[in-house]
């Protein structure tokens, strides 16, 4: 992007987003909704297939998902929803229409902060409502005809769809906020919300307008982003494109656009569902849900501390540096797990046991891939709380800490258990490293020799023999000391 | 021996009980009828005769166990919108000619539970939109009483053979008056129960909002215990609600004392065939003797609304539950259009018959953009009047009584290119799917050689009372005794 269309326009973004829901069961029938690498129509019934006369029953699960996202972004709940069918006709739906919420969803308004460059603000919500997911439909071509097969599988899953005001500015923003509230969603436990397996789906409605002007430009919706930065990258092409057209006096088309992966820009899509009415009407089959407020207080209770709250009070509770709560907070259960270690290691050693955190241990999980978390090893916060105490009470050295945490990953035995059965208790026994000191001395007459000459570096060299002599489990304090004392002795 | 067809259902089940004849050879000599009779009737779509024969067997086993109910080992056909579990289900239409469901609705299921033998799947007007069973893909039912004469739809097949004694008991759905007025234009007794009554689960849906499954009978008796088989809440169906089921013969010997009767007089101005009005004045006249109290001060303003208020409604509601047929999962499909939405649009224009259409075309219309609130908003709202309305008149009577429909049987043919004079047969039944109350429709009278019926409404979830009520009508007149001629 140019600095000059940043200069001359202010972009307007909204989101909608649709984010799957882990529940047990789909949304209106039983069946298992965990779909993900299952042959395909393995998970139906006559019910989510779309027979005749089969109805719907509401999972509560979903409902009450979807009420812990309203309530952990702050929405405001209204005690009477219902369900709607959105009608249009598309072989992908198995009733020829999907039940949804038009009118009166289950959340309303609502908040998210985000912080994009060390600043924070905050994106406002419009509603989140409850659908049900429609089919998969796969397109075959063996060369001699192309087809298109259904996979029934997805359809009927529950389904929830957030939609924020036109709150954002720039493609770094709907970054922020898709990865914030996918946070936020895993935090709750309602939901993975990756983007990569469809679990996380996005559009963007894009528009500009001169600074300092009122009205919105025309906007449009831009779709197939699958990745935080395809939707990034969409967007900033997308305002790149409008504001070459309004420097060119053109007349920006109010349209349905395709992001191209490959190529990083949107391309107009044939709109064949212009102008389409969807005729929602209250679904008949389905009574209303009235929630009651004593509902909403027992669900508001059952929230967990948010990312936002605990990355606060992780650098006000323990001394964290912002960055280190970050990386502390990033997943609910590492941020579980550092507390657990705190608590094994005592509150004085949080700031040692934050930098094992984001520093070894993290080493170890990005070996391991992208987003694993601690969560996916046989490490534990106690391990790590351990592992401090030992370090802590001088019992192993830094360099031996590294070699349990290594042995930890690989076996998942607790440090103590290791370090014991292993032999690896630091040797803090003053005689036997003075035994070692003095044959390290004998041995290196020239380290010796430099270090009389005024090369204070050369005792790290001796250090480092005595060491390795100890297999690294001498102090090496107490080594450097001893070193000293030989020769300044002798010297003297 | 040879068993007595005209016997009621709870003639048969004390006959089995006592040993008189099985199931096996009740359900031999039944089957035997209705194959024969089918010939003048066209009641049947499908005969279940080897189903009806292995649950006849097993019927005869629990009664020799001693666990015999009601309707152990009693004959009974359900009409073909019933999902019935290996045994096709086509809703009367080309579009679902073939179809096999794969599980039953619920109260196929619970007439399976209660020993029933299902004999078969009944005709009528497809996805039940009709009032005279000629819209069926599978040709028009005739009416026992005369055979040039439709017997009322939708339900018009399930009508058809209780009248001509083919089998004692059906089951039928009721929308806007698809048990009650074939019942009334067939001279047999047919209630709809109340909205949330009986599951609607595994029932091809027509207006989801309006229907119930309710049964056909020839005497209050044998409907009151198909009903008690069938009614219930039901996890499947979210719509039904957890009121008891009581024995809804629990009313029988109350008699019509006291009875408090509303007569609204919008029932029985224009349209309404003076034959009608004089058996339905007589049949008052009786209740009168019996002790009913009789009102006719009851205005109901806003039931005078009912019929477009249903056909806003009821093709709204038609127009997303018939979606689902497009040719692409099953039943009829046009597999060689230019393209999937080409075979779509022409599977549907080749599957659906002449009214099916209307009712979507009209539904659709109805719920489009810009037309939502002034019709189908709108119509909820003369809706709700339409139920308080009702419920005013029922703070201080017990029954509102009303004639069934305007005229008996007419012609094959008669109506079925006129949509609006077919509309109109539904005109006194209507308000009561709107409402949600349940409904009954006893035979009253006989006109030109056909039955008359009268209906009696009633308080949600008190079908007991129009039981009771139609027992002891029953007890002091013979019109439900009235058989129509033997056929061939
Ligand atoms: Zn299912």
């Known amino acids: 992007m140019t600095t000059q269309t940043r200069t001359k326009y202010e972009a307007v973004i909204g989101l909608e987003v649709h984010i799957q829901l882990k529940t047990r069961s789909k949304m209106f029938c039983g069946c298992d909704r965990e779909y993900f690498d299952a042959a395909p129509n393995s998970h139906v019934c ?12 509401i999972n509560q699960e979903a409902v009450t998902s979807t009420l812990l996202a309203g309530l952990a972004l702050g929405c405001d709940i209204p005690s009477y929803a219902k369900f709607d069918r959105k009608n249009y006709p598309y072989p992908d739906l198995m009733k020829g229409y999907q039940i949804s919420q038009f009118d009166q969803p289950f959340c309303l308004n609502g908040v998210l902060e985000i912080e994009v460059e060390g600043a924070r603000r905050l994106v406002h919500l419009e509603r989140i409502h409850l659908e049900e997911d429609t089919a998969r439909l796969l397109h075959r071509d063996n060369g001699i005809e192309s087809y298109s097969l259904l996979d029934v599988n997805r359809a009927g899953s529950p389904l929830m769809e957030l939609v924020t005001k036109p709150d954002m500015h720039s493609g770094e923003e709907a970054h922020a906020f898709l990865r914030t509230l996918r946070q936020v969603m895993r935090y709750l436990r309602i939901a993975d919300a990756d983007m990569d397996k469809g679990g996380m789906r996005c559009d963007a409605n894009v528009s500009i307008r001169p600074f300092g002007q009122e009205e919105l430009g025309r906007k449009v919706e831009v779709k197939n982003m699958n990745s935080f930065r395809s939707v990034q990258r969409a967007i900033e092409f997308e305002i790149e494109r409008q504001s070459r057209m309004m ?13 191209v992966d490959a190529t990083g820009e949107t391309v107009s899509q044939r709109s064949k569902e212009e102008a389409s009415d969807y005729r929602y009407f209250p679904e008949p ?5 009235h929630i009651a407020p004593e509902t909403i207080e027992t669900l508001r209770e059952k929230l967990p501390e948010l990312p936002a709250a605990r990355l606060a009070r992780f650098e006000t509770q323990y001394g964290l540096t912002p960055a280190e709560a970050r990386i502390l907070t990033e997943s609910r259960s590492d941020g579980d797990a550092f507390e657990e270690a705190v608590g094994i290691a005592g509150a004085e050693h949080a700031r040692p046991v934050a930098h094992w955190f984001t520093g070894d ?4 999980l990005n070996a391991l891939g992208g987003e694993a978390e601690l969560g996916d090893t046989k490490v534990t916060g106690r391990h790590i709380g351990e592992l401090v105490r030992l370090v802590a009470s001088n019992a192993v050295t830094a360099a031996t800490a590294k070699e349990v945490l290594d042995v930890a990953f690989e076996t998942g035995d607790l440090p103590e258990a290791i370090v014991d059965a292993r032999g690896l208790r630091q040797v803090t026994d003053a005689g036997a490293i003075d035994e070692v000191a003095q044959k390290a001395i004998a041995a290196n007459p020239k380290a010796v020799e430099d270090y009389r000459a005024g090369k204070q570096a050369a005792i790290g060299f001796l250090v480092g023999q005595v060491m390795r002599e100890m297999k690294g489990r001498a102090d090496a304090n107490t080594a450097a000391e001893t070193l000293r004392r030989h020769l300044d002795a002798a010297a003297g | 021996m040879t068993i007595d067809l005209d016997l009621t259902a709870h003639e048969h089940a004390a006959n089995l009980r006592a040993g008189e004849y099985t199931s096996r050879a009740l359900t031999e000599a039944t089957l035997a009828r209705i194959h024969a009779q089918d010939a003048s009737l066209n009641a049947y779509i499908t005969f279940t005769d080897d189903l009806a024969l292995a649950e006849a067997d097993a019927a005869d086993a629990r009664i020799a166990a001693g666990d015999a109910g009601p309707l152990t080992g009693v004959p009974v056909a359900v009409k073909d919108l019933l999902s019935t579990k290996g045994i096709q289900t086509t809703a009367a239409s080309k579009m679902l000619e073939g179809f096999v469901p794969i599980v039953d609705c619920t109260v196929v299921q619970r007439l399976k539970d209660a020993g029933a033998v299902i004999v078969g799947k009944t005709n009528l007007d497809e996805f039940a939109m009709g009032s005279s069973t000629e819209h069926s893909a599978f040709g028009a039912t005739h009416n026992p009483w005369a055979l040039d004469r439709v017997p ?7 009508a058809a053979t209780v009248a001509s004694r083919g089998v004692p008991l059906s089951l039928g759905t009721d929308t806007g008056g698809s048990i009650r007025q074939p019942a009334a234009l067939c001279g047999i007794v047919g209630l709809k129960p109340t909205y949330g009554r009986v599951s609607r689960f595994g029932v091809v849906a027509f207006a989801s909002s309006l229907e119930q499954v309710g049964p056909f009978a020839r005497d209050a008796e044998d409907a009151a215990h198909l009903l008690g088989a069938i009614a219930g809440d039901d996890v499947m169906d979210s719509t039904t609600v ?3 089921v009581p024995d809804y013969t629990e009313r029988f010997d109350r008699g019509l004392q006291g009875l408090r009767v509303a007569v609204p007089e919008a029932f029985f101005g224009d349209g309404l065939d003076a034959d009608v009005r004089e058996s339905i004045e007589r049949a008052i006249e009786d209740l009168a003797a019996q002790g009913a109290i009789i009102d006719r001060s009851v205005a109901l303003p806003a039931a005078s609304a009912a019929l477009p208020v249903y056909y806003i409604i009821a093709p709204s509601e038609a127009s997303a539950n018939l979606a689902r047929y497009d040719g692409v999962k099953y039943g009829f499909s046009v597999t060689d259009g230019r393209s999937v939405e080409d075979e779509m649009a022409q599977s549907r224009g080749r599957g659906f018959g002449a009214e099916v259409k209307r009712r979507i075309m009209l539904g659709t219309y109805a719920l489009s953009a ?3 609130d002034a019709y189908y908003l709108k119509a909820q709202r003369v809706r709700t009047l339409i139920k308080r309305e009702f419920e005013a008149a029922f703070a201080t009577h017990d029954v509102i ?4 429909s305007p005229s008996v049987a007419f012609r094959l043919g008669e109506k079925v290119d006129d949509p609006y004079a077919m509309y109109l047969n539904d005109l006194y039944t209507i308000p009561v799917n709107i409402a949600g109350n349940p409904a009954i429709s006893i035979p009253c009278g006989m006109s030109q050689g056909l039955p008359v019926g009268m209906q009696l409404i009633g308080r949600p979830f008190e079908e007991s009372t129009l039981l009771g009520a139609a027992h002891a009508y029953g007890q002091v007149t013979d019109w439900h005794r009235q058989a129509p001629p033997a056929l061939g």
Not at chain 1, 285 to 289: A, K, M, N
């Open chain 1, 46 to 57: 006559p019910v989510c297939l779309g027979m005749p006369g089969m109805l719907p029953v």
């Open chain 1, 247 to 259: 420097d060119a006096g053109e007349r920006i088309v109010q349209e349905t656009r395709g992001y």
């Open chain 1, 285 to 289: 089959d389905l009574p209303p849900l």
């Open chain 1, 361 to 364: 241990v993290l080493k170890h």
């Open chain 2, 152 to 158: 009322g739809g939708s339900s018009g097949g399930s």
């Open chain 2, 242 to 244: 957890p009121v008891p």
């Open chain 2, 370 to 372: 810009g037309y939502y």
């Open chain 2, 401 to 404: 009584l009303t004639p069934t």
